[in-house]
C-alpha cells in the first residue's frame, strides 16, 4: 500500500504483486492531522485503517466496498495500530490542547476512549503481536522528541482493552528513544536510543527483563528528528533472526542488516543515497523503502533478498538525469572552529553553456531542528538546469553530524546559524564554485527566519532572499504558534521573561530597517505555524523602507505548498524576481 500526494489530496493505492496498480481512496483525503502530519495508515492482512484530513479513522477492506468511517469527526488523529486479533485500534488523538492514546473497535460500533492520557504528546504506539503489551513513546513540554522522551511498556488486559500495568523502560527529559517495535516472535522489544553523541539500536528482552545494545552508533545516526508522526528507520525480518536498519552520516544513508549476534552487512543500495520508512516483508527476508539520489526522483523500492528493484515511481521520470545536479560536499570552519557543512550542486544542462562563475542559490533548511540530506529535491532541480548553483546549507543546529553540533544552536538561534548562512558565502567565493555578486538566499519556515536574519546581519552579502513562511516575530511566535511546538523557543532562544533581550536581539522585524537587499515573500492564508502575519510585519516594514520586494499570499495553503497551482506559480515568480534582481540587476554598493 501507497500513500501518494496528489496536489493537496492524499489517496491510498494498492500496488499487487502480480497485478494492477488501483486507488483504495476516492473521495477521502489521507493526511494524519496531529502536529505537522504523518502516520496516516496501517494494514494487517486485508484490513487497512487510515485518517482523513477531517480528523476520522476510517476502515477499508482491500476486497471491494467503501471506506466506512470508525470515530466522530474530533479532533485530529495519527498513527493507528491494528490489535493482533483485528478488534481494536489503538491512536494518536489530539483536539489542539490535550492529547492522547485512544482505543476503538475495529467495528466503529462504540465511541472511542482514553486508553493513555497525563503526558503532553504522544507517538508511535505498537502491539505486541500476542496482544500482550503495548508500548509508545511520549513526552512533555518543553521537550520536543528529540530532546528527550520517555519508551512506555505496557501490559494489556486478556479482554486487549484495557492496561493492567505499565512502567518507563527508556529514555529521561534528556535522552530521546524512537521507534518501539516487537520482533514477530515476540521475544523483543527493540529501540533506537541516544548514546550521548550517535544512538544505539536496543533489544529488550521480555522475558529475562534484559537489554543489550545490538548496534552501537559511533559516527553515525540511526534516527531522523521525529517531525512527524509514523517514522521508520529499522525493520524487523520475518523470522525475527534479524533486523534492517538505516545508518546517516551526514545525510548520506546506507542500508544495513543486523543479526541477532551483531553481526552486520552492508546492503548495496546503489544508485540510492537517501532511504527512509522501512518496511519488512512478513513472509521472507526482503524490506522495502522510499529511496532517491540528487539524480533519481523519489521511488518505491524493494531489497528482496539479493536485488534492489522498483516498485513505483513518483511520476513518470520523463526528465533525463543529465538535467538533474550531483553533489560534492563543502566544509568550511565557524568563528568557532567548528566545521560547517554543506552539498555543492553545480549547474546541470547539457544544452546550455556560459562564461564565469555561476550564480548560485544556498538553500536552509527549516526545522531549524533538521537537515538537507543527500536525497532528491525538484526545487533544487529547476534551478541547476536553469545555470544556478545551489548549495544545501546544513547550518549549525543541523542533524545528521552528532549531537553536540544539533545542540550547537540552542540557546543561540539566529545567531550562530546566521553566522553560517554568511560563512557559506565566503566559502563558495573562496572555493571558486559561485559567483559573489550573485548569490541568493533561500528557505522556509525556520530558514525563512534565517533568510531574513542573514539579509539583517550581513547586508549586500547575497544578492536577494527568498523568504517562503518565515518568523519574523519571536516574541509573538512564541505566544501564536501550535502546541508542538508552543515551548520550542524555550530551549532555541531562552525562556520569557528572562531572554526577552534574546528574543529582541534575534527578531528581524525589529531590525528590518537594516536590509537592503531585494526580499520575495511567499506565504500561506491558513499556516497555524507561522501565521500570516509574521510575513506581513515584514512586508510592511520593506515597504516603508523602499526596498524592492515581492509578496503572494496563497489562498488555502498552510505551512509548506501542496496545490499544483501553488507550485506552478511560486516557482514562476521566484525565477521572475531572481532574474529581475540577481541576474539582469546591475551591481549596486550596499554600504
Known amino acids: 500500500i501507497i500513500l501518494e500526494g496528489r496536489g493537496d489530496r492524499g489517496v491510498l493505492t494498492a500496488l499487487p504483486i502480480n497485478g494492477p496498480r ?293 511520476g513518470g521520470e520523463t526528465i533525463s538525469p543529465d538535467l538533474f545536479a550531483t553533489a560534492r560536499e563543502l566544509t568550511w570552519k565557524a568563528a568557532d572552529g567548528t566545521d560547517v557543512y554543506g552539498w555543492y550542486y553545480a549547474p546541470a544542462n547539457p544544452a546550455a553553456s556560459a562564461d564565469g562563475l555561476p550564480p548560485c542559490i544556498v538553500y536552509v533548511h527549516g526545522g531549524p531542528t533538521s537537515t538537507t540530506p543527500l536525497s532528491f529535491s525538484t526545487q533544487r532541480s529547476y534551478f541547476t538546469s536553469r545555470g544556478y548553483a545551489w548549495l544545501d546549507l546544513n547550518y549549525r543546529g543541523s542533524t545528521s553530524f552528532g549531537r553536540s553540533y544539533m545542540l550547537a544552536l540552542r540557546q543561540h538561534w539566529g545567531d550562530v546559524d546566521t553566522e553560517d548562512a554568511g560563512g557559506a558565502a565566503l566559502a563558495l567565493a573562496g572555493a571558486g564554485l559561485a559567483d559573489p555578486r550573485r548569490l541568493v538566499i533561500l528557505g522556509g519556515s525556520a530558514g525563512g527566519y534565517l533568510v531574513l536574519n542573514t539579509l539583517v546581519r550581513y547586508a549586500g552579502c547575497y544578492k536577494a532572499g527568498v523568504c517562503n513562511y518565515g518568523v519574523s516575530n519571536l516574541f509573538t511566535l512564541a505566544m501564536d504558534t501550535h502546541k508542538f511546538e508552543a515551548h520550542y523557543n524555550d530551549s532555541m532562544v531562552g525562556v520569557l521573561p528572562e531572554a526577552a533581550g534574546r528574543y529582541h536581539d534575534w527578531s528581524p522585524i525589529f531590525h528590518a530597517g537594516a536590509i537592503r537587499d531585494p526580499l520575495a515573500v511567499f506565504q500561506g492564508d491558513v499556516d497555524v505555524v507561522v501565521p500570516p502575519s509574521q510575513s506581513e510585519e515584514i512586508v510592511a516594514a520593506l515597504r516603508r523602507s523602499g526596498v524592492p520586494y515581492f509578496y503572494k499570499l496563497y489562498e488555502g495553503e498552510g505551512h509548506g505548498f501542496r496545490k499544483t497551482e501553488t507550485l506552478n506559480d511560486y516557482y514562476a515568480q521566484v525565477e521572475r524576481f531572481l532574474q529581475q534582481y540577481v541576474l539582469f540587476a546591475p551591481d549596486v554598493d550596499n554600504d
Not at 540510492?272 to 516483508?281: D, K, M, P, R
Open 22 to 314: 488501483r486507488d483504495l481512496t476516492v473521495e477521502q483525503n489521507v493526511r494524519g492531522g496531529v502536529g505537522y502530519g504523518g502516520g496516516d495508515f496501517s494494514i494487517f492482512e486485508d484490513y487497512l485503517v487510515f485518517v482523513e484530513k477531517d480528523g476520522r479513522l476510517y476502515s477499508h477492506s482491500l476486497g471491494y466496498g467503501q471506506p466506512r468511517p470508525l470515530t466522530p469527526a474530533y479532533g485530529r488523529a495519527a498513527a493507528p495500530a491494528l490489535s493482533p486479533d483485528l478488534s481494536q485500534i489503538v491512536y494518536v488523538f489530539s483536539d489542539g490542547n490535550l492529547d492522547c492514546l485512544a482505543m476503538v473497535d475495529s467495528e466503529g460500533k462504540n465511541w472511542p476512549v482514553k486508553l493513555a492520557s497525563g503526558a503532553d504528546f504522544y507517538m508511535q504506539p505498537v502491539w505486541h503481536p500476542q496482544g500482550k503489551y503495548l508500548a509508545w513513546i511520549e513526552w512533555d513540554h518543553p521537550n520536543m522528541p528529540w530532546d528527550g522522551t520517555r519508551l512506555i511498556l505496557a501490559e494489556m488486559a486478556e479482554d486487549g482493552i484495557l492496561i493492567t500495568a505499565q512502567k518507563t523502560l527508556a529514555g529521561d527529559v534528556n535522552t530521546p528513544v524512537f521507534q518501539p517495535q516487537f520482533s514477530p516472535d515476540g521475544r523483543y522489544l527493540s529501540y533506537i536510543i541516544s548514546n550521548g553523541e550517535w544512538e544505539d539500536l536496543v533489544l529488550f528482552d521480555l522475558s529475562s527483563g534484559q537489554s543489550r545494545v545490538l548496534l552501537h552508533g559511533d559516527g553515525f545516526m540511526l534516527s531522523q528528528p521525529a517531525w512527524v508522526q509514523g517514522m521508520r528507520t529499522y525493520a524487523w525480518n520475518y523470522a525475527s533472526r534479524s533486523l534492517f536498519c538505516t545508518s546517516d552520516q551526514h545525510g548520506q544513508a546506507s542500508l544495513w542488516q543486523v543479526s541477532l549476534d551483531g553481526d552486520c552487512r552492508e546492503i548495496n543500495i546503489a544508485p540510492y543515497t537517501w532511504i527512509s520508512q522501512l518496511t519488512a516483508s512478513p513472509a521472507e527476508d526482503s524490506v522495502a523503502f522510499l529511496a532517491s539520489a540528487p539524480d533519481v526522483p523519489d521511488r518505491v523500492v524493494c531489497w528482496d533478498g539479493r536485488h534492489v528493484r522498483v516498485l513505483a515511481y513518483s
